[in-house]
Nanobody, 114 residues
Framework: VQLQAYGGGLVQAGGSLRLSCAAS????????MGWYRQAPGKQRKLVAN???????NYEDSVKSRFTISRDNAKNMVYLQMNSLKPEDTAVYYC?????????WGKGTQVTVSS
């Protein structure tokens, strides 16, 4: 299984970015897909995830600003990020879970300038 994330970049505070992640090499639908982020010197933390059913979960600081969605048929997950803040600057990692197995993509850098 491979996860390929793209869509990161540099944006000014208040701007928007959309991250996408494509999963390939699996014959199953993931129980959950999501995004984590890791800022310099900090631990990797969950940003948002979405179950196969569509149920979502967000980290408190991104609620009302970020929206996660997925396309089960294409095994893709998206993260629409609005009203970005400098504290959102981090490497964002795509994650997919099937039963007890976690799969990770290479990170994509998101930098928000003030």
């Amino acid at each position: 299984v491979q996860l390929q994330a793209y869509g990161g970049g540099l944006v000014q505070a208040g701007g928007s970015l959309r991250l996408s992640c494509a999963a390939s090499g699996s014959s199953f639908s993931f129980d959950a897909m999501g995004w984590y982020r890791q800022a310099p010197g900090k631990q990797r933390k969950l940003v948002a995830n979405i179950a196969r059913t569509g149920n979502t979960n967000y980290e408190d600081s991104v609620k009302s600003r970020f929206t996660i969605s997925r396309d089960n048929a294409k095994n893709m997950v998206y993260l629409q990020m609005n009203s970005l803040k400098p504290e959102d600057t981090a490497v964002y990692y795509c994650n997919a879970r099937y039963i007890a197995f976690h799969y990770w993509g290479k990170g994509t850098q998101v930098t928000v300038s003030s």
